[in-house]
């Protein structure tokens, strides 16, 4: 069975740092893995997906990672700014299981 | 184009009542799923289907849970004689048909705030 950790739970960083997002999984058998932010009282907004075949993935600001073989996929973002404080998910779906796992997430503030 | 959309965006019932969750997926996308997010909890997976194929009901948490689709569109999430642990966020999403790239990313609705009372 899949399970997703996300830590820290909170995180808060100064306005214009970089910072990384972490996410680990037990099963490496994964077929993709996606990150989300989801901001209070709203849905998930999709940020980038990572194909199992593949180890990166970028968008603007966001650079995502994989690495199958320790189970663990991080979510940078460069040059916060305020409008990145939200929840992020990381969650993975597996071979023969089309059903996305969730981490608990990290709720990441950017302080102006 | 338009998203994923849900209704109602908030549903507020009593104990015992039955509730319909709507939903209304991305037009082509043959995949749909409904999750449920607690209160400080995770988001658990219910239900997907595909298709013409049968629906994977794994996630459903109990018999007084069920979903329809009718063909490759709306959904209805129907749970019957409500409780308070129903009491939750329940998110739609859609996606294009798994491909064997991996590339069958999920796109979410709003959601509906569901609270029994």
């Known amino acids: 069975k899949q399970e997703v950790t996300q830590i820290p739970a909170a995180l808060s960083v100064p306005e214009g740092e970089n910072l990384v997002l972490n996410c680990s999984f037990t099963?490496?058998?994964?077929?993709?893995l996606q990150w989300f932010r989801q901001d209070p009282g709203k849905g998930l907004t999709s940020l980038l997906l990572i194909q199992s075949s593949q180890r990166e993935q970028t968008s603007g600001r966001l650079n995502a990672s994989l690495d199958k073989s320790s189970g663990r996929s991080t979510l940078y973002i460069a040059a916060s700014q305020p409008g990145d404080s939200a929840t992020y998910l990381c969650?993975?779906?597996?071979?023969?299981?089309?059903?996305?796992?969730f981490g608990t997430g990290t709720r990441l503030t950017i302080i102006p | 184009g338009a998203g994923v959309s849900q209704s109602p965006s908030n549903k507020v019932t009593e104990k015992g009542k039955d509730v319909e969750l709507r939903c209304d997926p991305i037009?082509?996308?043959?995949?749909l799923y409904w999750y449920r997010q607690r209160l400080g909890q995770g988001l658990e997976f219910l239900i997907y289907f595909q298709g013409n194929s049968a629906p994977d009901k794994s996630g459903l948490p109990s018999d007084r849970f069920s979903a329809e689709r009718t063909g490759e569109s709306v959904s209805t999430l129907t749970i019957q004689r409500t409780q308070q642990e129903d009491s939750a966020v329940y998110l739609c999403?859609?996606?294009?048909?798994?491909?064997?790239?991996?590339?069958?990313?999920?796109?979410f609705g709003p959601g509906t705030r569901l609270t029994v009372l």
């Open positions: 999403a859609s996606s294009l048909a798994r491909t064997s790239g991996g590339d069958n990313e999920q796109f």
């Open positions: 969650a993975a779906t597996n071979f023969g299981n089309e059903k996305l796992t």
């Open positions: 037009s082509g996308h043959t995949a």
């Open positions: 099963d490496s058998a994964i077929y993709n």
